[in-house]
């Protein structure tokens, strides 16, 4: 489950939709994921891949290739 919301939250992310990442959010927290969990394992990470990739290539897009 888990690896599912964080593959939604970087797609919403890339795509700048925030309202959609803000859904991804209270949709894993409604499903039991601890708000610490969402920090940690869902948009910290996905805060450092993002920044990866556009560090290797600015015009990047989502996903990743790395």
Request: glycine residues 2%; proline residues 6%; hydrophobic residues 45%.
């Amino acid at each position: 489950m888990l690896k599912q919301i964080v593959a939604d939250y970087n797609e919403a992310i890339f795509d700048t939709d925030k309202e959609r990442a803000l859904q991804v959010v209270e949709d894993a927290v409604a499903a039991g994921v601890t708000p610490e969990d969402i920090v940690f394992k869902v948009v910290i990470p996905a805060i450092e891949d993002m920044m990866q990739t556009i560090n290797r290539d600015p015009d990047a897009t989502w996903p990743s290739t790395s």
